[in-house]
C-alpha cells in the first residue's frame, strides 16, 4: 500500500457492513477509469504502445485527454 493507492477492503469472511459502500464506490470509479483508457486506446492508437521513457507516459496521457477534450467540445 502506498500513499496515493486505494485498494477495495478483501477480507470477506470478518467483512464490516460499513465497509461495503467503500468497497462497491472504490469498485465503480476503477471500472469507469479502465473503460475511460479503453476508449482513448481507440481514439489515440499511440497510447497502445508508448516507445518512450516511461517517466513521458503520464503525459502522454494527459495530452490525450486535453485532445479529447478539444474534439468533444468542438463537436468532433
Partial sequence: MSD?????FKD?????QENLPFSKKLSKTRVMIENTFGIRKIQFSKMNYV??????VPDIITVCCVLHNMCMSEGN
Fill in 4 to 8: 496515493h493507492v486505494m485498494v477495495p
Fill in 12 to 16: 470477506y469472511l470478518v467483512f464490516v
Fill in 51 to 56: 516507445a518512450c521513457d516511461i517517466k513521458h
